[in-house]
């Protein structure tokens, strides 16, 4: 039985337990986004997918109360969390990697900047995201749930109440001035 309307309403009372329901209910199609949004890293650079719905959870469960209005509203919002571990964990990686600012010299520089890293493409596009969501907040949102998130159309349109059709336009809109704002 789908009960996910009424724990949503729970939820946003501040029901724990129904939070905890809810997100166990949803725990599958969180972890196909999960997976989605994780696929194009080779295995053990960034993380795994499980790794990513707890961090998820965590985050969720920082503050007991939900604002998600419908089933699609939350899945916005665990996309958006989504991105949000992912480019924590990201910076984090860096930091490591790098040494915590410490200025390493390399026997040729020029070719490892010329190398972009993975999560450094995913830094470039969360901050260009950021700028196009200052602009255009909807096509931010698509590239959000497309991007991060792995969503498919149609689960876009569903969560953002527009049509199929206006989820494809907005993304080449958006993926078009993404493109233009990472260009070199």
């Not at 905890?20 to 196909?32: G, I, N």
């Not at 830094?123 to 196009?132: E, F, P, T, V």
Request: aromatic share 6%; with cysteine; glycine share 6%.
């Amino acid at each position: 039985m789908n009960d996910t309307p009424s724990l949503l309403d729970r939820a946003r009372t501040g029901d724990r337990l129904a939070f905890d329901e809810l997100f166990q209910q949803l725990y599958p199609e969180l972890k196909r986004m999960a997976h989605a949004r994780l696929a194009g890293h080779r295995p053990g650079t960034l993380m795994e997918t499980t790794v990513l719905l707890h961090e998820c959870w965590l985050r969720f469960s920082e503050s007991w109360r939900l604002a998600a209005a419908d089933r699609g509203h939350f899945m916005a919002y665990s996309a958006r969390v989504m991105r949000s571990v992912v480019v924590d964990a990201v910076r984090a990686s860096q930091r490591e990697r790098r040494g915590g600012g410490v200025a390493h010299v390399t026997l040729d520089s020029a070719l490892v900047e010329a190398l972009a890293l993975p999560e450094d493409e995913v830094l470039d596009i969360d901050g260009a995201l950021a700028d196009l969501a200052a602009l255009e907040p909807r096509l931010a949102q698509v590239v959000e749930m497309r991007y991060f998130a792995g969503m498919k159309e149609a689960e876009v349109a569903q969560a953002l109440g527009i049509s199929e059709r206006t989820v494809r336009r907005d993304w080449e809109k958006a993926r078009m001035l993404l493109a233009d704002a990472l260009r070199p």
